[in-house]
């Protein structure tokens, strides 16, 4: 069964601390891991991943795709509390137009 | 910068009602998503479109779920039947690529669903 499972569940730190989010996936005919960040209602898009070992940045935030060990994990230095939100991880296969999503991390930043 | 849209924003609806919940997609857009979460649940995949007819849904789009694309610019989600579990966010999406081109889909702000 296809399946994303992101850690930790929440997660709350202080402004100006740095996170590392983490999204494993078993997902048959890979193509693409999304990351998502969703505030109040619909997510945004903040990268996508096909291939292994490069970062993509923006801004403060960073993400990396290992396609061996089927995780990635996005990063975020010097938190601010707009980046408090729930972070989606989303896989696509290959086959069809299908994501899958994680549950999510609740992030918190606090002052 | 263009955006995907949704209406209703919010819908509350009888158990056993119909529900047609409209999107415009983004304009030079041509693969269409609807997923729907659960409060205090994960987003989950129903159906994509393209070209007209339905490339891929879930398990979870049975029956009484169907898609339509009326006219140039509306895509729609209608729920024939609704049941209090259908009660949830639904979130339009569109890309402009798909299939051998994964392209990144744009989300619209939602349409909270809820059944009595």
């Known amino acids: 069964e296809d399946k994303v499972v992101q850690s930790p569940l929440s997660l709350v730190v202080h402004e100006g601390d740095t996170v590392t989010l983490n999204c494993s996936y078993e997902v048959t005919n890979f193509r693409s891991l999304l990351w998502y960040k969703q505030e109040k209602k619909a997510p945004t898009f903040l990268f996508m991943l096909?291939?292994?070992?490069i970062e993509k940045k923006s801004g403060r935030l960073s993400s990396i795709l290992d396609k061996k060990e089927l995780f990635s994990i996005l990063n975020i230095t010097a938190t601010q509390t707009g980046d408090s939100a729930i972070y989606l991880c989303a896989v696509e296969r290959r086959t069809g137009n299908q994501f899958y999503f994680g549950t999510g991390t609740s992030l918190t930043v606090i002052p | 910068e263009p955006e995907v849209t949704q209406t209703p924003s919010h819908q509350v609806t009888q158990m056993g009602q119909e529900v047609i919940l409209r999107c415009v997609p983004i304009s030079n857009h041509l693969y269409f998503y609807w997923y729907r979460q659960i409060l205090g649940q994960k987003v989950e995949f129903l159906v994509s479109f393209y070209n007209n007819e339905i490339s891929e849904k879930s398990e979870i789009f049975d029956d009484q779920f169907s898609v339509e694309r009326p006219d140039g610019s509306n895509f729609t989600l209608k729920i024939r039947s609704t049941k209090l579990e259908d009660s949830a966010m639904y979130f339009c999406?569109?890309?402009?690529?798909?299939?051998?081109?994964?392209?990144?889909?744009?989300f619209g702000p939602g349409t909270r669903l809820t059944v009595l």
């Open positions: 999406a569109s890309s402009e690529g798909g299939g051998y081109a994964s392209d990144t889909q744009y």
């Open positions: 096909t291939s292994s070992g």
